[in-house]
């Protein structure tokens, strides 16, 4: 359901939330329940990838699987909000002007689920998204969430640690942070900010 119009009669443009936090905290499982709860009023923007699709992944469900050769051309072109290599694999991530602009501009609000570089080049053409960032209890229980995962190498939990820790020091850049203690109680903790913001409920 778009905004209600805007007294001018137009329509009220929607708003942009950016969710980040570190790999494990359990940004998706908190996302996924948000937007849930939040019915036709909030959709997640699609991010775009090169690396390959994962058992049971499909194009343009949890990614846009790229090439690199289509992923640089857009790239060059001018298609993308922001991208960012990542991890350090060789990897590009980045969000299509495609998944976010309509949507805006038909009254939709959008999330962006992005990392904290990828959420700075946002800052810059975006004046005022509401930023939110999903913080574990501790590093400890971080570490045990990508490790129970059990889908990487050590090599892999460490670097992924190593970007974790620079991206907790930079979570006071965010509007809001949202400790990720409970599932349920983090999911309520957004929607009553995104209520707070405007968003409607039922």
């Given amino acids: 359901m778009p905004n209600d119009p805007a007294p001018n009669g137009r329509l009220a443009p929607g708003k942009l939330v950016v969710i980040s936090g570190p790999s494990g905290v359990g940004k998706s499982t908190i996302v996924a329940q948000v937007l849930q709860r939040s019915g036709d009023r909030l959709r997640l923007s699609t991010s775009a990838t090169t690396r390959p699709p994962r058992a049971g992944e499909q194009d343009g469900v949890e990614y846009h699987f790229l090439t690199d050769v289509e992923f640089s051309r857009r790239r060059s072109e ?3 909000l922001e991208c960012k290599e990542v991890f350090g694999r060789g990897h590009w991530y980045g969000t299509l002007w495609s998944e976010v602009r309509p ?14 570089d990828g959420a700075e080049d946002v800052l810059k053409k975006f004046e005022s998204p509401i930023t939110i960032f999903i913080c574990p209890e501790s590093p400890e229980e971080l570490e045990h969430r990508l490790r129970s995962r059990g889908t990487e190498n050590e090599e892999a939990i460490h670097r992924r640690l190593s970007v974790a820790r ?10 809001y942070q949202v400790v990720n203690d409970t599932v349920p109680r983090a999911v309520d903790e957004i929607c ?9 409920y039922d």
């Fill in 192 to 200: 009553s900010i995104l209520q707070n913001k405007g968003l409607p």
């Fill in 78 to 80: 001018g298609e993308f």
């Fill in 103 to 116: 949507s805006l501009e038909g009254g939709e609000w959008v999330i962006l689920e992005i990392d904290v």
């Fill in 166 to 175: 620079r991206e907790l020091q930079l979570a006071d850049r965010y509007e």
